[in-house]
């Protein structure tokens, strides 16, 4: 099962390297890592999808609660949460073509960041499943490359 963990960490170097290393030698397979400062620069934010069972799950909150530089782990898996990712498609568009590829990426909310003579770049945030149906659309047209930053995900409300 795929868990979801925000995990509040100290904000200095070496702390990305044993948190990653702690999953990683127990053998679970991180889906996806995100880490930036918060609101206090003393503090990162790390998002981690992990693939575990929940006795190993179980096991990779509490091997992550005893390290020093871990303030808070927050588990997201089952809760009301709004999650985002960002991708940047480079897309085959030919001149007589680019309208089209511009009139997809609009009913998808994603604009244009750059123009080259036989490609446009778009940038789309959303969930998943809206990004796979954006990729799928843009295949009819080739895509020359692909980058998704992975998924960030907040609690709802309070």
Same mark, same amino acid.
């Given at each position: ?17 044993? #948190? ?13 890592? +995100? ?5 206090? #620069? ?104 692909? +980058?998704? +930053? ?9």
């Amino acid at each position: 099962m795929k868990h979801i963990l925000s995990i509040l960490v100290e904000n200095k170097s070496g702390v990305l390297s044993r #948190v990653i290393g702690l999953i990683s030698r127990r053998g679970f397979n991180i889906e996806s890592l +995100t880490v930036a400062p918060t609101e206090n #620069v003393t503090m990162s934010r790390m998002t981690i999808i992990v693939d575990a069972d929940e006795v190993g799950f179980e096991q990779i909150t509490k091997q992550l609660n005893k390290l020093v530089s871990v303030y808070k782990i927050h588990d997201l898996t089952d809760e009301d949460a709004i999650e985002r990712e960002l991708a940047l498609f480079k897309v085959c568009a030919p001149a007589e073509r680019r309208h089209e590829v511009i009139e997809i990426a609009n009913l998808f909310r994603a604009k244009v960041v750059d123009v080259g003579k036989t490609s446009l770049t778009i940038e789309a945030t959303g969930d998943a499943s809206k990004l796979g149906a954006l990729e799928d659309l843009f295949q009819a047209y080739g895509i020359k490359q692909l +980058t998704r +930053t992975g998924k960030i995900v907040m609690s709802r409300g309070m």
